[in-house]
C-alpha cells in the first residue's frame, strides 16, 4: 500500500480520481476486511463500484490534523464522504468539512450537509411535503428523566412513542412507550434519546410493509420491500415471516418491474419533494405507505445499507437493484461504463 499523507492506495492505483473518507470519533469502530470497511452508521453503497474504478481512500480521526500533514487534493474530481452518522461522528465531520473546503473536487455528500440529517431535523424538513407524514421526533438531552418528559410535553407528542438512543439504527429501539410513566422510566442513564411519536400503519391484511428507497443523483432506486406481523420490520423477517409466504415474496418481486420501485405516481412525486429538501447526494429512506396513500417517513439518512443480500435463492430477485444503484453512482461520479464492466461483488449474509 502506498501512503500520501494519510491516503492509502493500492499499487498501480496512483492516478485515482475518486478519493473516498471513511472514520468515525471512536477508532475502535472501524473494522476493515480486505477491501470492505465496516463503520457502525456509515454508508456502504461504494461497494457496488466494480473493480474497474479505481478509488483512493482516507481515514479521518478526531485527531487527524495532529497526526498527519494535510494530504494533497488537487488530483481528485471527487471526494466521497463515506462518514454519514452525525450523532456519533460529530468531530471527524467537521475533520472532514476543513480538508475539503476550498478542494476543486466535487464533494459528494458534504459533511455540513450529513450534520444537518439527525432524526429531529429531518423530521423538521420534511413537514408539510404533500402526500408525506412525517411523524414529529424530540431530541432528549441526557439528564434527569423528568427534564427529557417537559421536552416531550412541550413539543406535543402524544403516545403511544418510539423511544431510541440517540445514533442508533437498524432497528435498535429502547422501546414502544405507551404511556408517560413507563417512558420516564425506560431512559437509558446518561444517554441522549430520540422520541418520536408512533402512527400505526398496518395494511389492510393486517401486516406491517417497510419500503426502501435509495436517492443516489437524479435517480431513485428501489431495494426492498420488507413484511412482517410485527410494528417493528426488520430484515430478520425475511427469513423469519416471509419464507414462508410465497405470495408476500411474490408482491415484493413485482415491486422490481421498474428500477424506482413500482409505485403510484402520487408516490414517487412525493419521494422527489422528498429528496430536494433532504439536500444530500446519496441517501436513503425507509417509510410505508397508509391506507389513504400517504407515505409515512421512518426515517431518511445517508447511513442506510444498501448490503449485504441475503444467500437464500427464494430472494434473488432482491439482486435486481444493484445494476441500477451501480449506474446511478457511476453517473453521480462521472464514470462512463463500458461494456466489459464486471459486475459488481455482492457480500451474501451467510
Known sequence: MANFGGISAQAGLADAKLLLIFGADRNEEIICRGKTVHIPGSADLYRVLDGMVPFHRLQMTRSFFRQHRRPELSTYRYIM???TEPERNPQVLENIGRLVRGAAAKVINRPEAILRTTRDLV?????GVEGLVAPRAVRLRAGKPTIA???VAKAGLS?????RETGTHKGEIVGLMRTADEMHASQV????????????F???DGLYRK???FFIGRHIVFRHMLVSDEWNVHAKDRQRFMAARPDLRAEEEAMFVRAEGAFPTTVLETLRQARDRINLDVFGMDFGLLPDGRVLLFESNASMNFFPFLADPEFAYVL???????RALRELLGLVPTEDSPRPNVELLE
Request: glycine fraction near 2%.
Open 159 to 163: 403516545f403511544p412513542i418510539i423511544l
Open 320 to 326: 435486481q437493484c444493484r445494476e441500477p444503484a451501480q
Open 123 to 127: 423530521a423538521r424538513k420534511l413537514t
Open 189 to 200: 442513564e446518561g444517554s441522549d434519546h430520540f422520541a418520536t411519536e408512533f402512527i400505526d
Open 81 to 83: 464522504n463515506m462518514v
Open 202 to 204: 398496518r395494511s389492510s
Open 149 to 151: 418528559m417537559q421536552a
Open 211 to 213: 419500503y426502501r428507497v
